[in-house]
């Protein structure tokens, strides 16, 4: 039989990376896979992509997907800062960047603050399990309140809700998921390919090893039982030419920059993601009753990136010739001139 | 000693009128905020364009306004640009200080003063100038709000008329200053000429210093070392800059910022031809820079000393995970906050190793505006080529203070980008590994991401040559192992010393950066005033190259001159020669915040070697004050 191939005539093979060295069963192997199919499915370069990380067991990950992209896994907490500098260099590039919720929340919060602000173009994930994984299961900054670890301790700090942050701060297109949900957390990721600006996408992805017992907040059960979906969320790409019939409103329609279309079903009267104050209130609601609102939080489709606002040229900067980049003689001179 | 000690020193000997021409350092004393940057410089390029070689340099405090600062202009008929340690005219304007001010004179100086200060009841062995500059200053500037600034303006016209500074000169220095703003000019013109007039009506001269016309300025240019390194980037082509405001680098970036909107904006689309992002911090600005090199671009960030501290951990990836950066280290006083607005070579070592872990980085250091402009090419080239950090170790005295130079000339040599892997080199080595040493001088081939070249996956966890992800001891050792290849390749590329070796001299005399001025006033002074010759090298970059050890080992005993408490660079040199070779290195060390002088250098330097230094009554060593968080 032959391979599926995608629009660009690639294998879902070349889409695949290295062997993953996480846990059996952990949340980020489950995410790493929807990163695969959503890339190969969009048909987005391998060769294009990069591949950004901080530390700790999320920040591994990026070496299991998409093996022909290029990778940097840099410091604790800084991967924004990294992501930000490549991204100035080469605004061609796509580019993802895998974090975890110590990495993000606590050493890494004041980088992610400005990544926020910035609305750079880049997909910004954060894989939560309310704890650090390889130095033995501490709490995170994302622990919820009351919940327990193995040795009994219980947290008696407030959760950093990394998405409430991420909509104040100005992120341009907020999600959240869990990675047990594949048919919802692909179509995100899929939008989040069609998205221009910042994506911040939390995606609960519980930790086998060291939180996913009795009393955490962060475990397979509880996360299944505490999934409050706010919509039924379809993405339909701009190179496929499908429509999508639906009931007048029951359904909303957002249109992305690049033609691509968000389907989302509404499970709930009066929700709209791109209503920021409504998004706020929702994500509090929802925290309140000690559940998790998941989908397509909070979306503005047509604001500036970073990158736009900086008025770049249309090469990369990185390889422009050296006459775009050394001014002639004459400016040296007109310079001088004015010194003297 | 007290202050009041020194008002009753030897009575003055005014009497001997000899004129002192082209010879001489001026004080400016202000207030911070009042607008006497402007005055200070145009009195500074109206010596410059009476052919008189000059240099200016600012001590001021860490504040906005209302606190008091210095302004110190030496004309040097020989061409010394170093600080001068005595003052011999000043400008007393600021309340604050002037008794200090006045009290801390060596005899026979000439003080301008504010007449309602009644500084010539302080002293009678100077020569006093009072001036009411309020009532000179409101006929001439009807707004009562811009008083306190154009008053300044009325010294200016005072210093010409008693130094003998052609006033139309000074008119043009003003233009130049004010540029374009034609309503300022004609404000401050009236001031100074305001100035002129009461000198001529009403001041005798009475003091023996004079500019004279001199030819030794044609051509010259005035710049701020910041400036001149900014000049440099452009040129280099740098794409990406991501820095974070720090006294004394930010004028480094914002110079930066306005050149590259003058002139790097594409002709064609009107669109940058380069990035520049102010981060929220120095680590996330290296962060950037990394990130940016990684990808392909030259990038760079400016800081000083607190910024180089926090960017220890990014330093530490570059160097392991192998990315170029460029970063500028103007360097500043202190531990901690320090005297954020004075000048040190205190980053020395943390720079060399920064970072945890076995680092270590190549350091450039220039001395002179002109090197920040080339060595800012140089570090872009040597970043690339060695795909690592390269610290451009330069300090507050160089970066921001104003400094005659020759114009710069235009870059020859195209730029070096290094080993980037193209498709003719993969088939020619026909297997590629990231950190592979292919060439046997420790030096890699990279890609970068969008180039169709093959991708990697660069990390600060330990890798094989091929870049995988290894904790085997031996990947390690032999990783290790090439990065110390690849340092010692980088000896024959940095910049070489300078040297100067004097036939019969038993003394080497070895320096850094700003230090350079005053080294060379200094073996001047032992040369004519002692009789004791001295070779001298200039170094200029770390790893050292060979020709530091055979300095050493061509003379008796060697004089480190370092502005910094724990003889650093000293130490660096310790750390790579032999007993015998450190056994005659010795130590001249200044660190109380102002640029190093001559006379200081001189007089460690003939202690040392067992002459009778006169210990005259050192004034205040400078410009300083306490109190007023």
């Known amino acids: 039989m032959a391979v599926k191939l995608n629009r660009i005539g690639l294998e879902p093979q070349i889409y695949k990376g290295g062997k993953t060295t996480l846990c059996a069963g952990c949340g980020h192997n489950a995410i790493s896979e929807r990163i695969i199919d959503a890339f190969f499915e969009m048909g987005v370069e391998p060769s294009q992509v990069i591949k950004l990380s901080g530390i700790g067991c999320s920040s591994k990950s990026p070496a299991y997907f998409l093996g022909g992209a290029h990778g940097f896994n840099a410091v604790h907490g800084r991967m924004p800062s990294v992501g930000t500098g490549a991204m100035m260099a080469n605004k061609k590039l796509v580019a993802i960047g895998i974090s975890g919720d110590g990495d993000t929340g606590a050493i890494g919060i004041g980088q992610f603050v400005h990544l926020m602000r910035r609305n750079l173009p880049i997909i910004y994930i954060i894989e939560d399990n309310g704890c650090y994984g390889l130095t033995k299961g501490q709490f995170s900054p994302t622990a919820d309140l009351g919940s327990k670890l193995k040795t009994g301790v219980v947290n008696d700090l407030p959760p950093i809700d990394t998405c409430a942050l991420a909509i104040e701060l100005g992120a341009t297109f907020v999600a959240r998921s869990f990675s047990g949900d594949k048919k919802q957390l692909l179509a995100l990721l899929k939008a989040a390919l069609a998205h221009r600006g910042t994506v911040m996408l939390d995606v609960l992805s519980p930790c086998v090893t060291f939180n996913d017992h009795e009393g955490s907040t962060k475990s397979y059960a509880y996360v299944k039982d505490h999934d409050d979906p706010l919509e039924e969320v379809s993405f339909v790409p701009f190179f496929e030419d499908i429509s999508v019939d639906y009931e007048p409103g029951s359904t909303q329609e957002v249109t992305m920059h690049d033609g691509s279309k968000l389907y989302l079903k509404k499970l709930e009267e009066g929700y709209d993601p791109t209503d920021k104050i409504g998004a706020m209130k929702r994500l509090h609601e929802t925290a309140r009753r000690g559940e998790f609102a998941t989908g397509l939080i909070y979306i503005e489709p047509d604001r500036d990136d970073f990158l736009e606002q900086m008025n770049l040229i249309d090469e990369p900067l990185a390889t422009l010739p050296l006459e775009k980049v050394r001014p002639g003689r004459e400016a040296l001179e007109e310079i001088m001139e004015s010194l003297r | ?629």
């Open chain 2, 1 to 629: 000693m007290s202050p009041t000690d020194l008002a009753v020193q030897e009575q003055h000997t005014s009497g001997s009128q000899q004129r002192v021409v082209n010879d001489f350092s001026i004080q400016v004393a202000t207030v911070n905020g009042s607008g006497s940057q402007t005055a200070n410089l145009v009195l500074l390029r109206s010596i410059l364009l009476m052919g008189v070689p000059v240099s200016g340099k600012n001590m001021f405090p860490s504040n906005i306004a209302g606190l008091p600062t210095w302004y110190t202009i030496r004309a040097s008929k020989r061409g010394y640009i170093g600080r001068k340690k005595e003052v011999d005219f000043l400008v007393a304007m600021n309340p604050e200080t002037a008794k200090e001010d006045v009290l801390t004179l060596e005899a026979g100086a000439a003080v301008v003063y504010d007449e309602p200060l009644k500084l010539n009841a302080l002293r009678n062995d100077l020569i006093f100038y009072p001036v009411p500059f309020d009532k000179l200053v409101a006929p001439v500037c009807p707004d009562a709000k811009l008083r306190r600034l154009v008053r300044n303006m009325i010294y200016d016209g005072i210093m010409a008329k008693l130094l003998g500074i052609d006033l139309s000169l000074m008119e043009k220095a003003l233009s130049k200053q004010l540029g374009r703003k034609a309503k300022a000019v004609t404000l401050n013109q009236g001031a100074l000429k305001a100035g002129w007039d009461y000198a001529e009506a009403n001041l005798t001269k009475q003091d023996p210093f004079e500019i004279q016309p001199m030819n030794e300025t044609a051509g010259k240019i005035l710049i701020e070392g910041n400036a001149a390194a900014a000049i440099g980037c452009m040129m280099a082509g740098v794409t990406v800059v991501a820095w974070y405001p720090i006294t004394p680098s930010s004028s480094l970036c914002e110079s930066l910022i306005g050149y590259m909107k003058k002139y790097r904006i594409d002709k064609e689309t009107g669109k940058a031809t380069f990035a520049i992002v102010q981060a929220e911090d120095e680590i996330a600005s290296l962060g950037m820079v990394i990130g940016a090199s990684w990808a392909g671009a030259r990038s760079m960030t400016a800081t000083a000393g607190p910024g180089i501290s926090l960017m220890g951990e990014f330093a530490g990836l570059a160097y392991y995970a192998e990315t170029p950066a460029v970063i500028f280290d103007v360097q500043r006083v202190g531990p901690s906050t320090g005297l954020p607005t004075r000048t040190a070579q205190g980053d020395v070592l943390s720079a060399a190793f920064l970072s945890h872990g076995d680092t270590k980085h190549i350091l450039i250091i220039p001395s002179s505006v002109e090197e920040c402009y080339t060595m800012a090419m140089d570090a872009f080239d040597l970043a690339e080529r060695f795909q690592t950090p390269v610290f451009v170790m330069m300090d507050l005295d160089l970066g921001m203070n104003n400094w005659m130079s020759d114009g710069f000339k235009y870059p020859e040599k195209p730029i070096d980008r290094g080993k980037l892997l193209t498709a003719d080199a993969l088939k020619k080595l026909g297997e590629w590994g990231r950190y592979k040493d292919v060439d046997g001088d420790g030096i890699p081939y990279r890609t970068i991401p969008g180039d169709k070249m093959p991708a990697y996956f660069a990390r600060g966890s330990g890798h094989n040559a091929k870049g995988q992800y290894s904790e085997r001891p031996d990947d390690y050792v032999e990783n290790m192992d090439r990065l110390t290849r690849k340092f010692e390749t980088a000896r024959t590329y940095v910049p070489k010393p300078i040297v100067d070796r004097v036939a019969g001299a038993k003394i080497g005399l070895i320096g850094f950066g700003t230090s350079h001025w005053a080294i060379g006033e200094s073996r001047d002074q032992l040369r004519e005033e002692t009789d004791v010759k001295t070779s001298y090298l200039r170094l200029r970059a770390y790893p050292f190259t060979t020709e530091l050890g055979e300095f050493i080992d061509a003379h008796d005993r060697l004089y480190v001159i370092e502005q910094n408490r724990d003889a650093q660079l000293l130490q660096l040199m310790k750390l790579e020669y032999s007993p015998e070779r450190c056994a005659k290195l010795r130590s001249v060390l200044h660190y109380n915040g102002l640029p190093i002088d001559a006379r200081s250098i001189t007089d460690d330097v003939l202690a040392q070697e067992g002459y009778e230094v006169a210990t005259k009554a050192t004034p205040r060593v400078g410009a300083g004050m306490t109190g007023g968080e």
